[in-house]
């Protein structure tokens, strides 16, 4: 690991080190934070016990579905409107402003129409990875070069084979960008959604716990979530840095 | 016709699509579930003008106001001293990218916990979202200043408020705006966030409580205003940008 590394990972262990400090000397109340050293232990029991894997179940596997219909969805509606110039130009406008709309303002107009089921939280999640995978993937395409187009003619290719043998792997790079914020962007859309309104989920049980004032429980749940957001995201971004080389932002 | 008669007219064309997908979905699910958009405008004229909506708006933007301030004002110092400090910058960039990707939804009871149900709390949840844009846009913004606009300032002998405001501030100038948007949004975000959740007045909470006595009107209209006033900030910002801070 390079110098800075190691500063970080000092800096790191400092700040929850002089956390656990301040809750175990007692200058933090334990009804407001617990020390980290028993939010990991009450974690670890969680998980040792088999608790809630229901709920982990629920919520992960919500996220992982909402982030792959995200892709597969967000990516064929990028070659669709890459393909039509002026509804791309017409649609411009709208993804511009369309992460500045609070998305999460709409989430109780779904639960109205489809009920408190796992469904409205999938299209939560959905709707908000959508676009990032979509703006991407006309990114992408924006870069695949002409040469290709004419080698798909010359070799008679369909719409659909031009598009998997030669459009994909040229517009993969950008692509995988598209995949890491559409994964960032699908788990804070489940989340969310699941924190504000759910029959079910890691969100809904953490919500409870603090309605509750189970401190353990809240907190083990809370520091699943955040490890689980950042090792994630982490392994993504550092995926997504070895695809730079050939976006042209690294020298290899 | 002209490029921008064109484009206006297709953003039109656009927007009837979505009036017309709405009345299609409201054909589909019924009128209990999603009132069709003919009477949720009518209800709005009427609506937006009681003192329900008049309140409630008023709380949301006075705490959108405080969060605004206190995000602006943690991330500029945070992103000029991650900037001009090279070695903080290298050791904070990527914690300050992890904390953006975070559903910061997990550490919104936290932050319950410690503040209660005040205003307090929500302005934080709501300055957490927007702190970060601001922090890593200012932070690369002055990390980008070529050196030789450094040592012009030098040759030239400006002093140190002229070095300030005459070469860095412009230098700066157009990332820092558009960071100072997005913020602007994201704490938006949070504090309508940090209403749904847990509030007892405000934006957010109407809808939330609007769904929960299944008035659908009220709650698609909360919904609408929202969604035009955060496209019409955004748009509005975006010119800004464009026309006042963009390098020609």
Known sequence: ?252 | MTATARRTTDTLIILVVILLAWQALHHVVGETALPSPAPTLSYAAHFLFTARFIDNATATLVCFAYALALSYALGLAIGVWMGAHHLSGAVGEPILISLYTLPKITLYPVVLLIFGLALSGRVTFGAMHGVLPVALLTMNAIRNIPPVYLKAARTMHLSKAQTVFSVLLPATLPEVVAGLRIGFTLTLLGVLLAEMFAAKEGLGFLIVNAMQLVQNEEMITVAVVLFAFAAAANALLLWMEHRWFQRT
């Open chain 1, 1 to 252: 690991m390079t110098r800075v590394g190691w500063i970080r990972l000092l800096v790191i262990v400092l700040a929850v080190g002089a956390l656990e400090l301040a809750c175990r000397a007692g200058f933090v109340d334990h009804r407001v934070v617990i020390a980290p050293s028993e939010m990991a232990a009450a974690l670890w029991r969680m998980i040792a016990a088999g608790q809630f894997t229901g709920e982990m179940t629920r919520t992960f596997g919500i996220v992982v579905a909402a982030v792959v219909i995200a892709i597969v969805l967000g990516f064929a509606l990028g070659l669709l409107i890459h393909a039509l110039p002026r509804v791309r130009e017409a649609l411009d406008p709208f993804f511009a402003t369309y992460y500045a709309v609070p998305i999460f303002i709409f989430y109780p107009v779904l639960v109205a129409i489809f009920g408190l089921s796992p469904v409205p939280i999938l299209l939560m999640g959905v709707a908000t990875a959508i676009v990032a995978m979509i703006i991407a993937t006309l990114n992408g395409l924006d870069r695949v070069p002409r040469v290709l187009t004419k080698v798909a003619r010359v070799h008679r290719m369909g719409a659909v084979e031009t598009a998997l043998k030669l459009k994909l792997p040229a517009a993969a790079p950008y692509l995988f960008t598209g995949v890491k914020l559409a994964t960032s962007y699908g788990f804070i859309g489940v989340i969310a959604s699941e924190f504000i309104l759910s029959p079910a989920g890691l969100g809904r049980v953490i919500s409870d716990a603090y309605a509750d004032f189970n401190n353990p429980r809240m907190y083990a749940l809370i520091l699943l979530l955040l490890i689980v957001a950042v090792v994630v995201n982490t392994g993504l971004h550092a995926w997504d840095q070895r695809w730079a080389e050939r976006r042209g932002i690294r020298k290899p």
